[in-house]
């Protein structure tokens, strides 16, 4: 059920935000719509999610109405100004989105356009269970608004998807892309790498079989082991092994030559995308620093500066809502600082790099021993910027801490 929500300072009932927060109408905004439900809960996951078992009272069915209350929330903090852009991406994450009908993420996308506007050639992104994805259901999204389906294959492997307790039919990757594709969406699918017991053909074999779908754009994410998960618990009892990190470094040089030689080519670590225009604009938003607000049990918002997060289990949002308050659970305020730290964290991992007139001063002379360590890109640096090699790309912490520590 995701790892415990950050503390923070107390958020006010109404959901009002701060009277001096400099809200620029210039700066892009985009949507998260979290979907808190899976059929099952798979060993390393540590997303806010929930079975029918751990609902513990909250309506599957009755979702997207609940969430409908806490858009229109916003849209009343914010009042009658303009304070905001129509947003620009709008992502419905979880969990499982297409676990509800197609009908209810409909409802959940007008009330975003109602509330908040949409640019036109808005992204507007679904993720999607492979197996929950008929032309029906792709059809119902797309006459929605929605350009973008996102598929969660993991692996083509079958003991692969059995260690990452993933229950999805193999075969089904294919009929989801299918769908998506008459339906006129663009398709990306997600790959995780690192799993109990993968070799490294195992996981070509995932990369060739994804590429083979003739996707716009991959996402490939390492095997990370949360605490509290299924899967750490059985690492730790010695049932199955760690991940490796020299076999995990090698699955990802496998993954962005294979990818680079079918014309992919990469714009965040652990991104890929068959030319800019097929680039995730929302996760981009993220990472440029953007605002956004998130709706639903745990998600978390930005504007502004200013960050706050719901709380976290479906009765607990919907209870709230029923009273008229806001689901936030806490909220801060970060220093200049902190927020030039985490611009450098998240700048740096994009193939455009980050400016390094925009690093903190003292740190700017730590490029010259990056450069010299084969970590960033010399060329670039000339240029005013620091590029990842792909050595960098492999060694990415330790180039963040080279320029903010």
């Known amino acids: 059920m995701g790892s415990a929500l950050p503390v923070g300072d107390p958020a006010p009932a109404d959901g009002a935000l701060p009277t001096d927060l400099p809200v620029n109408a210039a700066t892009p905004f985009s949507v998260y719509l ?13 997303f806010n999610t929930y079975t029918a078992t751990e609902l513990h009272g909250a309506r599957q069915d009755q979702y997207a109405d609940t969430l409908l209350q806490e858009v229109r929330l916003a849209r009343g903090v914010l009042g009658d100004a303009d304070a905001l852009r129509p947003a620009s991406t709008v992502f419905f ?3 499982t989105p297409t676990l509800l009908p197609a009908g209810d993420l409909a409802r959940m996308l007008a009330g975003v356009k109602d509330a908040f ?17 008929t032309d029906a259901v792709a059809d119902m999204l797309a006459d929605a608004g929605v350009t973008r389906m996102s598929i969660g294959m993991q692996s083509s492997v079958p003991h692969v998807l059995a260690a990452l307790d993933r229950t999805h039919d193999p075969d089904n990757v294919a009929t989801a892309v299918d769908a998506a594709r008459r339906a ?92 800019a225009a097929h680039r995730s604009r ?11 607000w998130g709706f639903g049990p ?13 709380v976290k289990h479906p009765s607990a949002y919907a209870q709230r809502l029923a009273l008229g308050q806001s689901p936030a659970a806490a909220r801060e305020r970060p220093g200049a600082t902190a927020r030039e730290l985490e611009s450098v964290l998240l700048r740096t991992r994009l193939a455009e790099g980050m400016p390094i007139a925009e690093l903190p001063g003292d740190r700017r002379t730590a490029v010259a021993g990056l450069i010299a360590d084969g970590l960033v890109d010399g060329a670039a640096a000339v240029a005013g910027r620091t590029v990842l090699t792909l050595k960098g790309r492999l060694l990415a912490d330790a180039v963040v801490r080279a320029l903010t520590d």
């Open 34 to 46: 979290h979907v808190p439900f899976c059929r099952v809960r798979c060993g390393y996951c540590d």
């Open 117 to 133: 506007g949409l640019e036109p050639g808005a992204e507007v992104t679904v993720e999607a269970n492979p197996d929950t994805v």
């Open 184 to 275: 006129g969406l663009d398709v990306s699918v997600d790959l995780i790498y690192g799993a109990p017991g993968e070799s490294l053909e195992d996981w070509r074999a995932s990369v060739e079989t994804a590429l083979g779908l003739d996707p716009d754009h991959v996402s490939a994410y390492a095997l990370i082991i949360e605490d509290g998960t299924k899967l750490a618990r059985q690492i730790r009892r010695g049932e199955v092994p760690a991940p490796d990190d020299d076999l995990q470094a090698d699955m990802y040089e496998l993954a962005d030559g294979l990818l680079a030689d079918a014309g992919f080519a990469w714009y965040e670590l652990s991104n890929w995308a068959r030319g």
């Open 282 to 292: 929302h996760n981009l938003a993220y990472w440029r620093g953007a605002n956004w």
């Open 93 to 95: 994450g979880g969990g």
């Open 298 to 310: 745990g998600a978390h918002s930005h504007v502004s500066g200013l960050r706050w997060w719901n």
